[in-house]
């Protein structure tokens, strides 16, 4: 099992999910080497950002590893057909006939940032650096804009950039990630950080349980502050 001590890095258990954000170049001692699995998920990136790109396979298959207990060489991750990352070894038993994933994983980044979700059901993170989100606020619904435009101006950034987030956490955890409009995903922010997400005019929260809500984290690594958004869904 990995020992994966990680200076600077923000680790917590939020809703049964586990989540790790930090600087992959920050990782202390030796992190695996890649398997063939990995080389060819690289496909034809090239230079930082392969460099880059094997670092956070490598920290996702150790954070799996050291969650489940076992050597990072048993564990194999992969992508399912629309790019999301599933977790291919070690699988469970046979259920009903399909062999299903013990962990969902879900992984955003930003150059040398990035951010990790474990969990036992479909999950989704998203991370962005709290700076000018851009175009980002195009994906805002009518109530989101409405939202934003009654916070003084200066909280504006950051609260389209969680509604921006919450939509990429849900559409991961959806799996469909951006193929989906993020504009048609509604974000109704709760209290402590919490969001719901509605789609398709039902409530997620209300159809699967409160387990199901997403939230809102504020960590900064390396100096930065950083909005992360995870989401617990289904698919
Ligand atoms: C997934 C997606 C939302 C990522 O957006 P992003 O802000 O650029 O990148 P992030 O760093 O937050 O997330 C990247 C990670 O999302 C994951 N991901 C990719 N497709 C995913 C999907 N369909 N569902 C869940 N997760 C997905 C990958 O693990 C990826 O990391 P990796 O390449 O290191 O394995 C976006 O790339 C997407 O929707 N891709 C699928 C559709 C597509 O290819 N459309 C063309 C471009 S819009």
């Known amino acids: ?119 036992q059901e479909p999950v989704g993170i998203d991370l962005e650096p709290l700076v000018d989100p851009g175009p980002l606020a195009a994906a805002l619904t009518s109530a989101e804009r409405a939202a934003v435009a009654a916070v003084p101006e200066d909280a504006r950034p950051a609260m389209v950039l969680r509604y921006w987030t919450a939509k990429e956490a849900y559409l991961k955890a959806l799996g469909t990630g951006l193929r989906r409009d993020p504009a048609l995903v509604g974000i109704a922010a709760g209290s402590d950080e919490s969001f719901t997400v509605r789609d398709g005019g039902r409530p997620n929260a209300e159809r699967r349980g409160a387990a199901r809500q997403g939230h809102w984290l504020w960590p900064t690594v390396r100096g930065s502050p950083l909005v992360v958004a995870l989401f617990h869904g289904d698919r």
């Open 1 to 119: 099992m990995p020992d994966l001590s990680w200076p600077g890095a923000w680790r917590g258990e939020v809703s049964g999910a586990a989540v790790t954000v930090g600087d992959v170049d920050e990782v202390a001692g030796p992190l695996p080497d890649p398997n063939p699995v990995d080389l060819a998920d690289a496909g034809r990136r090239g230079g930082e950002e392969l460099r880059l790109f094997l670092r956070r396979r490598a920290l996702l298959r150790a954070l799996v590893a050291r969650r489940l207990g076992l050597a990072v060489e048993a564990i194999v991750v992969g992508y399912d057909a629309r790019g999301a990352p599933v977790l291919r070894q070690p699988r469970t038993a046979q259920t009903r006939g399909r062999s299903e994933p013990r962990l969902f994983i879900s992984l955003s980044a930003r150059g040398r940032l990035a951010a990790f979700a474990l969990a």
